[in-house]
């Protein structure tokens, strides 16, 4: 999988152009579950079916990250208000959830070069 400065980067492209908490959040959210299901290539196919529980700045990270799109029928918005998402490996039947820690908003920077 791509490095997240350039996971970042592309979530950016799609989303105001300026990087936020959410999508930090959303793609590592996005690199973990595809790392959990060895999945390298999200982008790749159909293969990745994804659950996004919010409709924040998160899911448009995940978005970008696993290539996964509503127009495709790859990415469902189930609105429990959650920053959680689970993701569904269509060829295998496994599936994982992937939620956020209540101190992850304020632990971001930590993990991306970026700053707010």
Request: aromatic share 4%; glycine share 8%.
């Amino acid at each position: 999988m791509r490095s997240l400065d350039d996971l970042l980067a592309d979530a950016a492209a799609i989303h105001r152009g300026c990087v936020c908490p959410g999508q930090v959040l959303g793609v590592r959210m996005a690199m973990l579950g595809c790392q959990l299901l060895g999945i390298d290539e999200p982008t790749q196919g159909k293969r990745l079916i994804v659950y996004v529980e919010i409709d924040r700045c998160m899911a448009d990270a995940i978005a970008a990250v696993t290539g996964c799109r509503l127009g495709k029928r790859t990415l469902k918005h189930m609105d429990y208000g959650k920053c959680a998402c689970t993701f569904v490996d269509t060829s295998t039947g496994r599936a994982i959830r992937v939620s956020a820690r209540d101190d992850a908003r304020s632990n971001v920077w930590r993990y991306a070069s970026s700053s707010p």
